[in-house]
């Protein structure tokens, strides 16, 4: 129930600000409210709902400062990850990578946003388990509830999934040709797209955010 809940807050199935019933959710999915309601305390835990006792439970507004955060986490523990993988990669790990990079070029041409996300995700999840950080990728994914719906709302954006592609293909050159400097300024770059976007974003979906 929280993976699945989850996922939909995150792809915005579930919108932010949405109502949330324990009754219903148990309901819908034919089981008993005590899964649902363990789901919604690990939910709230990220933050990603707020529960209103005797009263509501929503799906919570995008908060931006808590988006900020996690960027920060995120890329001091990636520029670090991505310097090893550039020293020391694999050919098994170069494999993967590309593998998923083709499957994000193809995601791309059907306008597969949901795909596309996902597959972006497991693009920097494989890195952290090639680093052997796997431990350090459920702490940022426990925490990434808000900037993950911000690229949501972003992926549309004319360009933006164009950049995406680019950027992690420019990222895998620079860690199969050995260059640590250029994996961490790649990136870098990749990183800041959706910040650097945040006011355009929350213009676009006032409604959405805190």
């Avoid at 988006?67 to 020293?87: G, P």
Wanted: hydrophobic letters at 40%; a neutral charge.
């Amino acid at each position: 129930m929280y993976e699945l809940l989850r996922h939909k807050i995150i792809s915005l199935e579930l919108l932010p600000g949405a109502p949330l019933s324990r009754v219903q959710l148990s309901a819908d999915y034919r089981v008993s409210q005590t899964p649902v309601r363990e789901a919604l305390l690990k939910l709230a835990e990220e933050q990603l709902i707020d529960v209103f006792p005797q009263a509501a439970t929503k799906v919570s507004l995008i908060d931006t400062r808590h988006a900020e955060e996690t960027h920060f986490l995120r890329r001091a523990i990636e520029l670090e990850i991505v310097r090893d993988l550039a020293l020391n990669s694999t050919p098994e790990l170069l494999a993967t990578l590309k593998s998923l990079l083709d499957r994000q070029v193809s995601l791309q041409e059907k306008q597969d946003f949901g795909g596309f996300a996902e597959t972006d995700q497991e693009f920097h999840r494989c890195m952290y388990s090639a680093a052997g950080k796997e431990a350090l990728w459920k702490l940022v994914r426990s925490r990434s509830g808000h900037i993950d719906r911000l690229r949501r709302l972003h992926l549309p954006a004319a360009g933006k999934i164009t950049r995406i592609v680019n950027d992690h293909s420019q990222i895998l050159e620079a860690i199969v040709r050995g260059d640590p400097l250029a994996a961490q300024q790649h990136l870098r770059t990749h990183l800041s797209g959706t910040l650097e976007s945040m006011e355009q974003i929350r213009a676009g979906h006032p409604q959405f955010f805190a």
